[in-house]
């Protein structure tokens, strides 16, 4: 069964500056998906990033970037110029064959002003 | 993107009593749509599949005769919460994928979430 780890359950972060987030994750297919996905206060689950596994480039969206490593299962969250509506709940989410998604525990993130 | 719409937002009902919550989706076709669980500052646990049609599957340990879902067309799936107790008290998430149609294709294993329920059971 696939597995999601996010070691870190809260992380800070000064506003303008860059925050990495961690995420690994174990799995035995080949063909996969792996998202970031972003819950603020208001719970709303939002796609933050999107990464296809068989592209060994890394995703990029304006401020947000990942660190894709296939061969260590890793998948990590640079999230540059923080703003202070980056202060969210981040979760590392694998999509694979079955179409579920599965969940690591998540990253609370603050941004301080 | 897409989206999606779950009524009501927020719950309140004694317990004993059943809720229906309803997802849908305003501009897509849905044929898979999910349901969530999720507790405070915690992560989501997948509770159940629904497909168009047909049963949903559920997953472990979710109990399927407490916790009824009808997918009864491509826009509305449903979740009752049947015989509540103040340990069903949760905010409770659904999600669509998209559908492969003529359309447009999917965004494989991208999932559209609603904006949740807060259920209380007193």
């Known amino acids: 069964a696939q597995t999601v780890t996010q070691s870190q359950p809260e992380m800070s972060v000064q506003e303008a500056e860059t925050v990495t987030l961690s995420c690994t994750y174990d799995?035995?297919?080949?063909?996969?998906?792996l998202f970031w996905y972003k819950q603020p206060p208001s719970r709303q689950m939002i796609l933050v990033i999107r990464?296809?596994?068989?592209?060994?480039q890394n995703a990029t969206e304006n401020r947000f970037s990942v660190n894709f490593q296939k061969a260590a299962k890793s998948f990590s969250l640079k999230i540059s110029d923080s703003q202070l509506g980056d202060a969210a709940m981040y979760f590392c989410?694998?999509?694979?064959?079955?179409?579920?998604?599965?969940f690591g525990t998540g990253t609370l993130l603050a941004v301080q002003p | 993107g897409a989206v999606v719409s779950q009524h009501p937002s927020w719950v309140i009902c004694k317990s004993g009593t059943s809720v229906k919550i309803e997802c849908r989706s305003l501009d897509f076709q849905a044929t898979t749509m999910f349901w969530y669980r999720q507790f405070p500052k915690q992560s989501l646990m997948l509770m159940a599949t629904?497909?168009?049609?047909?049963?949903?599957?559920?997953e472990q340990g979710v109990e399927k005769d407490k916790f009824l879902i009808n997918h009864a067309s491509l826009t509305l799936s449903t979740l009752t919460v049947t015989s509540a107790h103040p340990e069903d008290s949760s905010f409770y998430i659904c999600s669509l994928q998209r559908y492969w149609g003529l359309a447009g294709g999917s965004q494989n294993n991208e999932q559209f979430f609603g904006p949740g329920t807060r259920l209380t059971v007193l």
């Open positions: 990464q296809e596994a068989y592209k060994q």
């Open positions: 799995t035995s297919e080949s063909d996969y998906y």
């Open positions: 989410v694998y999509g694979g064959a079955t179409n579920k998604l599965i």
């Open positions: 629904s497909n168009e049609g047909s049963k949903a599957t559920y």
